[in-house]
């Protein structure tokens, strides 16, 4: 399903559980208008208890998402963990090697993308606490694609979120630059849908695209044009829902956050890189008509914007807690397509243990940042196997105060996290940051925590191999990260749930179940008669 004009998205990105701006023109109560509500509201305690579950019942349920329309915002409202009982809580689903576009002139090509869609489907349907959709590269196959309508299918991969009022963020990539596709094109495609919270912060051009970060506010902490919309509606409505809101942490107001701090200083930090890859747009050597390759390694530019803006970010924020004294520690978890190569290291050397990393490792070696690329950063296909060209970001992502995660996808048939002490062995440069500290493991914060280097679960059904589908999911206590704890699992496409695990200061020495290696699940009728 595709839409071509910029009304047509607006239109279908209104978020469907608003309420009407004139409540009686709601289809559900417009007779309504002869029987008034302070007759209802004065017949007794019965008739308050019929009209609270009355109001209750219109479409508002959120499920921690924001109810609103984009014709009310330029910009989507800030992202902020969500008050659910006792806790306040933040989700992330992670849907990465989505691929689509791949032989689209053949009849399998579009019901395979169909049936990617039925995942992303099974898997929001299952996780209706999602607060935030994480897009983690190779959104389509360039290689597939034609230069005419190669960036239209982000349209169809954003409209399960569209559907249910859902932001997402996207990192690019390899498979998302090729002869036919560029990285520039994608991102401007994504741009005109008002939900994209992807952005552009390092605009070098050999940056990439996909270079940003996002903070998420303590709960309570709305954007004010959210709360001015909200003083608009109508009272009964607020004082209906307010009988379901109850303020259960009376001393967290909405200019208040947890710890004493206030609404200006984020919660948590999401960090987005673009590790590139793939071919150049409309480029070839000239002397053998070859494609250009990318280069496939997050490059130095966006190295140097990440530690000065963490270090800027972590002196606003104040308290003494960054790794220079000057700043406070703010819990962060970064993204990512390609693995860096302490992954590679930690699966050769460390071994990955079914109980204690548990999750598929069918794709060994890990396909890591700068291979097939020389030292020299001579172009892939020249006959080395790494120049070490990702060692920068892994220094930088080890020495970040409060780096707590790293999430990669592109290798499909690996599904782990393993924690990483910050160092690499067989590099001639080591990530060594924090040794100074006196405390900690790699990411100087003082815990002792180390850094979780985790894959996802191949999403889509473009892309090689058969194992089953799903999503990594990420949920984030706001509480727990006073200890820099995340929780996780993959849903998979069935509906059920694998790999729960607790990335912690114990994390890689906690046993937990196996992870079953599984094959796919939904396929499209029609694609499967195909095969």
């Not at 710890?259 to 673009?274: K, M, S, Y």
């Not at 910050?422 to 500290?437: L, T, Y």
Request: glycine share 10%; aromatic share 10%; with cysteine.
């Amino acid at each position: 399903m595709a839409f071509h004009h910029q009304q047509d998205r607006k239109d279908l990105h209104r978020f469907p559980t608003e309420l009407p701006r004139h409540i009686n023109h709601h289809p559900a109560i417009k007779n309504r208008r002869h029987f008034p509500f302070w007759r209802k509201l004065l017949a007794g305690s019965s008739s308050v208890t019929a009209v609270t579950l009355f109001l209750l019942s219109l479409p508002y349920q959120t499920h921690g998402r924001q109810t609103l329309t984009h014709s009310s915002l330029s910009e989507p409202p800030r992202l902020t963990f969500s008050a659910r009982g006792f806790t306040n809580t933040f989700q992330l689903s992670i849907f990465e090697d989505l691929h689509f576009g791949e032989n689209a002139w053949e009849k399998w090509g579009p019901l395979q993308d169909a049936s990617s869609i039925r995942v992303m489907d099974s898997v929001l349907d299952a996780e209706p606490s999602t607060n935030l959709v994480v897009l983690n590269g190779d959104l389509i196959s360039g290689e597939n694609t034609f230069k005419e309508n190669s960036t239209t299918y982000i349209d169809q991969i954003v409209e399960p979120m569209v559907r249910r009022g859902l932001t997402w963020a996207s990192t690019y990539g390899n498979h998302d630059s090729d002869f036919n596709l560029s990285r520039e094109a994608l991102f401007e495609e994504e741009k005109k849908w008002l939900s994209s919270r992807t952005r552009r912060m390092v605009t070098k051009e050999e940056a990439g695209v996909t270079n940003y970060y996002l903070p998420v506010y303590p709960a309570r902490c709305e954007n004010p044009k959210v709360q001015q919309r909200a003083r608009r509606q109508p009272w009964y409505d607020r004082w209906a829902l307010n009988l379901v809101n109850i303020d259960l942490y009376p001393n967290q107001n909405q200019q208040t956050a947890r710890g004493g701090g206030d609404c200006e200083t984020p919660a948590l930090l999401l960090w987005f890189f673009d590790s590139r890859g793939g071919n150049r747009y409309q480029q070839r050597h000239s002397a053998t008509g070859r494609l250009v390759s990318e280069p496939n390694w997050v490059h130095q530019s966006v190295v140097d914007w990440f530690k000065s803006t963490s270090a800027s970010i972590a002196a606003k924020a104040g308290g003494g807690g960054g790794a220079d004294g000057k700043g406070r520690t703010i819990p962060s978890i970064g993204f990512v397509h390609i693995p860096i190569n302490a992954s590679l290291a930690l699966q050769l050397q460390g071994g990955v243990d079914a109980y204690r990393q548990p999750g598929i490792n069918d794709d060994r070696p890990v396909s890591q940042q700068g291979q097939g690329w020389c030292a020299n950063n001579e172009g892939s296909g020249e006959g080395c196997d790494y120049g070490e060209q990702d060692v920068p970001f892994m220094e930088a992502i080890a020495s970040i105060p409060g780096m707590m995660a790293l999430f990669s996808g592109h290798d499909h048939g690996n599904t782990w996290c393993y924690k990483w002490d910050g160092k690499v062995p067989g590099v001639q440069q080591k990530a060594v940051a924090g040794e100074d500290e006196g405390e900690g493991e790699g990411n100087g914060h003082g815990h002792g925590r180390g850094i979780d280097l985790c894959f996802g679960q191949h999403t889509g059904y473009g892309g090689y191999g058969s194992w089953i589908r799903g999503s990594r999911q990420i949920v984030v206590d706001q509480e727990d990260l006073k200890d820099f704890a995340i929780r996780t699992h993959i849903r998979l496409e069935n509906g059920e749930a694998v790999g729960a695990v607790t990335l912690n200061a114990t994390y890689g020495q906690d046993r937990y179940p196996a992870t079953p290696n599984d094959k796919t699940h939904l396929l499209d009728p029609a694609l499967q008669a195909l095969q």
